[in-house]
């Protein structure tokens, strides 16, 4: 860390944080600039953060210099991480080596729906399936998810066509209903800073989605997934999934550089959701590839039978039509970039 | 609510739109114009939202016309409303007419530090203890709060000074305890989009400050504040804290227009937070200026005993010097703007 | 300036950052850390800039500590300037203790419009007339401008009316023109970094009002308003009309805060654009209450005396109407925060 | 385009907003809400534009429904076109089923260095020679580029290295010497809404680069397009080079899916500039490979003999021991994409 001095701070106050810094164990390097003082620290950060240096009389500003996250960094764990889903016949890596598509309805809304929508995932080359039960909506009056039922619904599924399931957490207090149903907890973009629930989920025993915030900075994201680390559970997947921008042409701005940047701050497996970024269908397919030619190491996509009746997010929704050319592309790519992946034939 | 047609779409795609608003009861006019066609919608707007519109084929996208919240909009009420904190003595209004301060540390300490707190907060003419038990922190090193401990000493300190109390609330099943402790619950800049906490406290009988989220747009900031409202519980103060823009030089950037163009969509109170805007203590006073003047109806305000050493934000607090220039500026600018405020003499 | 190497820089690469910075006359203090070193430069900053220490092996990132600009900081010219335009019976301030206000058309359409407006903003109390000869607008299909016809009706009113005028350049073709009919010469948001008409302006001999580029940082805008002195014109005055942000209710964000920020870091006046920053006449008044108590030195104000019929942007302009109440606002204000200004009586 | 009348507007005021369309020759339709009415308009656009609508009374806002721009959209030419460079043997495309790299130096410093980056341009595959000789810089005392010698310097290399050259242009009063030396004009970042220039440059008669403002929307960015275009240069090539968001772990955020939307909108050209998107030498080869996959025309890449020693922008050039990775990685990708692109095998 490094304390940078008003031009016009005294000797005493250039002392003053010296004195707290050292009797916390810490150093201090004091170099005199033609205008001003900067005193360079060496120690145990987070410390010097509780010390208030921020708030002392003459100090400027503090420029941290060192990641404030551990656990989740690449210093804590140098190789990157494989993270591993359901068990038995559905036990599905996502890591290094491996395009991981994720996909199903964005809200379950039937049993018939889910259904053909796993199906049109599973002919995707999707090793995961994805499906909403519990739905953060923006307005009280929008379809908030089936919950429960919609649980019971995807593990019905999940017993049918064999896929393990992610779904979304909203409330610390579904932990143990979800756990139990799910093979992996979604926090939401609007949950990415709500701490009480990375906490409940850290010790939920089960592999995480996080998503990205969407003003969230990366490192703001990255601490996000600490919260989740100490708890005890690395299992985790960070997920880029479009930060807010002035522009208005797409739902949000995909991150693209976010993917490479997370993957040398962190070891941790960094998909990409190419629905919720671009909001519109015919933005799927390119994002998705830019996705996997950037290093991605999945993709989470919104499919569904009937888009133009889907209850939520119908507009970005993947249709069966379009099923084959992206199955396709990423056939392509991912051969190209070095990484396992199969759709069936048709 | 307007459908605007993609340029290529065909008259079948046209009807289909147009069979689907009048089967769910809504009227649809054609427009055709040289390059495209657009389709006018006329009935419940929330009813459009669920039918799926966007998804359909030949729709290019849809725009909204009215506004999506009810309860806490001007239509619904046409009158700005007051919202009343504590009783007997405590009795506090926020709403036109009055300039509210609401000052206090952001995280309680000790008990010594937040009476002292308290005394700096009468100086500055507060009639509400603002006071953090529970603070949500980037990192999870960083001094989370004294929880249930902080909350005993906020009650101790409102019987000693008499001000009615707002802390935070992070967690829904904290909704009780800090209930039975606080006047009134804030839901932080973080848990805006946090639905399960609004809807928890929109029931807990308690007034309720709403910090807009960091990138969260006016119009969902009063979505959150409807998810309260829907539970029966209209006692809600907005409050704006800054938004989250690429300049560095300041902590966020004070969007001082949201305070009239709220108060011109909502009834409800909407009060200014220099302290966490700006993120430095310098700036406090000249954004309190600011926002007085523009016409907000109260202020939340950081002070310390001792910032230097407060554990945190200390360099946003206001110090014991501070606090006579800015209750003087404060005195001189509720007069000009004819609202009621009074900082004792010194 | 502060370089700091990857945790894995080697001791020799260390030493050849040393060296450079020595060998150009700098001097080098490192600090060795637990994970990383750092090392401190005192000297000559544009020179190190220039040493292109980004760019070397080991080299993680620099960061620097002081100002890029120094003839418009407050350390080059401690005490706050004030800009003088026009002269003899004109001759009008803009600094401290004054509340200039600059009011006029966005858009000079015909003689007659221009007078009736600029009876208006000497309505409004204005010292100085705002009016746009040469409009840079968004589509090449709008309207433009008169240009040199605009110019004359410009300086016709300034002669029946005796306020002097600033208006926009667009083209570093037109300085002698406009300088010959202007008092002072506006550059607007969209040429904030166009460097080779700041240089032009910089030497045309007139003061210059320097709008904020619409996504300029304070920093970027006083490195732009630096350009302007370095050719020997000190004699600016900055302009803050909204920043660009994902917030859709106001045409930009008014950064209120960028006024307290950039008086304290440069000694040059700086005004509010309350019209363009809300784009809506409602939000002007409020607006530029605000401006005013923040500390603005004046406030630049688009009126028209038919907006309903403008060219350009009519919906923010004033109309006859709104003058009364927003002069008695701006009287009241000016009187709180101890600055000159008088609207005629009505 | 669609009028919204506020809630409260007359009959009157709809009637008066009616008479206004259909004078000018326009269609207007009425429909009648529960809370508001809106009037749908029919006709030429732009026409509208200038009747002020917006700010006649009882209208809250108006809505545009069509594009504003005309000669670059795909209405006005549905295929996609390829721009041409250079002639006789340096004749080369920039189009679909090519990817088209241009790299040089950020700044042109000395023969020699431009020579050498030239080489390794050349074995990047680069078809096209990037130079700068006038450099837009934020500081007025940062390198300004060598101006004229440069350009000399550039066609020199040109005739020894067989590559046609791109280099920006700042001042208008330059086209007729960049034009001479050049085989296209670049206008950058800072000057994407510098009208004047940007109408210069449409009348030199020579192809255009035009980089993204940025804070561009997308929209602006065609707009800017088509004021080159009008003056009767279609030979214009769209570059996105990032925008400023708030994350600071890149230089800027590159807008990955501004390449498709941009493709689907206009028939122009679009590529990508990973070095100032990212603004580090390490993204540039994953920001490469993203933008080809998701379908982007061309790159456009910094590189430099000894990026130790650049006078600017040196920790984002690429050095030549990083040719070889990223040419193996383009050609693996140009052809999973169909394009054609080669690189000299080393």
């Known amino acids: 860390m490094v304390v940078v001095m008003h031009a016009a701070a005294s000797e005493a106050e250039v002392s003053d944080v010296v004195d707290r810094v050292t009797h916390a164990g810490?150093?201090?390097?004091?170099?005199?600039?033609?205008?001003?003082?900067?005193i360079g620290l060496i120690g145990d950060l987070d410390h010097f953060g509780d010390l208030g240096l921020d708030g002392m009389p003459g100090v400027d500003h503090t420029v941290r210099i060192s990641t404030p996250y551990k656990l989740v960094s690449r210093d804590h764990h140098p190789d990157r991480s494989t993270v591993w889903l359901g068990s038995g016949e559905t036990h599905t890596?996502?890591?290094p080596g491996v395009l991981t598509v994720m996909a199903g309805p964005c809200a379950v809304e039937t049993e018939e729906q889910t259904l053909e929508a796993a199906e049109l995932a599973r002919q995707l080359g999707a090793t995961v399936l994805r499906g909403?039960?519990?739905k953060p909506r923006t307005s009280p009056y929008a379809f908030q998810g089936l919950g429960r039922r919609g649980l019971e619904i995807l593990a019905d599924v999940r017993s049918e066509i064999g896929l393990p399931i992610v779904t979304e957490i909203v409330d610390a207090a579904d932990v143990d209903i979800i756990a139990e149903h799910a093979d992996m907890l979604q926090i939401g973009t609007r949950n990415m800073a709500n701490f009480a629930l990375l906490q409940a989920v850290g010790s939920a025993g089960k592999p995480v989605l996080l998503k990205r915030?969407?003003?969230a900075t990366i490192e703001e994201w990255l601490m996000a997934a600490e919260?989740?680390?100490q708890r005890g559970n690395l299992e985790i997947v960070l997920c880029e999934r479009g930060i807010r921008t002035f522009e208005t042409a797409t739902r949000n701005t995909l991150d693209i550089s976010a993917v490479p940047v997370a993957q040398a701050l962190s070891?941790?497996?960094v998909i990409v959701d190419p629905s919720h970024s671009g909001g519109r269908r015919e933005l799927v397919e390119p994002l998705s590839r830019a996705a996997v030619a950037v290093g991605a190491d999945g993709l989470l996509i919104d499919v569904h039978p009937h888009p133009e009746s889907a209850r939520v997010d119908g507009a970005q929704a993947l249709a069966a039509e379009d099923i084959t050319e992206i199955a396709e592309?990423?056939?392509a790519l991912a051969t190209t970039v070095g990484r396992s992946y199969s759709a069936p034939a048709r």
């Open 26 to 38: 810490g150093e201090a390097f004091i170099s005199r600039g033609a205008s001003r003082t900067i």
């Open 93 to 95: 890596p996502i890591g």
């Open 132 to 134: 909403g039960a519990y």
């Open 213 to 215: 915030g969407m003003s």
């Open 227 to 229: 919260y989740v680390a």
């Open 267 to 269: 070891h941790l497996p």
């Open 329 to 331: 592309s990423l056939t």
